[in-house]
């Protein structure tokens, strides 16, 4: 039943991707690398158009925070920069997060708009957004690193921390994501990514996380409130 759940979400999903996008993915592989046919190689799809800027909306009501263990593992995990440079999210402790898994030809991929308008708002309050490249849903991330970087900075003026591609679902899935894929969202959800533009919301001082579905917008007036509320005191 837990893998029929999967698939109808799955399902559901692709509506919210554009003609553009590959075919739904129906299952995961369990290889870490979720497959399905497509008409278009991945690598000659039209990357998606750019939305109009962003004009934030009101904090609305976000749903329960979970409790997050203070000394979590995945603070310390290593994981390089888009560029290249060795990090982890400790370095961004004391502020609020949201990460988020991202592809640049993806029908939600103009959620960046919204993305980069939450980090010019709140980013001088202690906020930053974190991006997390992924190729496992329709392979809708499929190029190098400086093509993802010269996308995000050309096509939507992203200013905020992007990480190298990596795994989310599957025998690979990053350490980060061993630790966020056991947090439920307001629905129950837990386990498995279902599709690119899942967001967490991190508390400031470590201990609360929000989990939104990707179909949820960043600006959307519960990650907004879930954002304000996640702010240094």
């Known amino acids: ?22 075919e739904p993915v129906v299952a995961s592989t369990g290889t870490g690398q979720d497959t399905a046919p497509s008409a278009t190689p991945p690598s000659t799809q039209p990357e998606a158009p750019a939305a109009a800027p962003v004009e934030l909306p009101a904090p609305g009501t976000a749903p329960p925070a979970q409790p997050l263990a203070k000394e979590t593992p995945m603070w310390n995990a290593p994981i390089k920069t888009l560029q290249g440079q060795d990090g982890d999210l400790a370095a961004y402790k004391g ?6 898994n991202v592809a640049s030809k993806c029908g939600l991929t103009p959620q960046y708009s919204a993305l980069e308008a939450l980090q010019k708002k709140y980013g001088p309050k202690g906020f ?8 496992q849903f329709g392979g809708q991330e499929p190029g190098t690193a400086e093509e993802i970087e010269t996308f995000c900075s050309t096509t939507y003026g992203v200013t905020f921390p992007m990480m190298e591609k990596i795994e989310v679902n599957g025998p690979g899935r990053h350490p980060i994501y061993q630790e966020l894929t056991q947090i439920a ?12 533009f899942e967001k967490f ?5 470590g201990t609360q996380i929000t989990r939104f579905d990707p179909r949820t917008t960043p600006d959307d007036p519960a990650v907004i409130a879930a954002i304000e509320a996640a702010l240094p005191r």
């Open 185 to 196: 969202d307001a629905s129950g959800h837990t386990g498995d990514i279902r599709w690119n």
């Open 95 to 100: 502020k609020a997060l949201l990460l988020v």
């Open 201 to 205: 919301v991190i508390s400031a001082d």
């Open 128 to 135: 930053t957004v974190v991006g997390f490249p992924c190729n």
């Open 1 to 22: 039943m837990k893998r029929l759940a999967y698939v109808v979400v799955a399902l559901s999903l692709l509506g919210a991707c554009s003609k553009k996008d590959p």
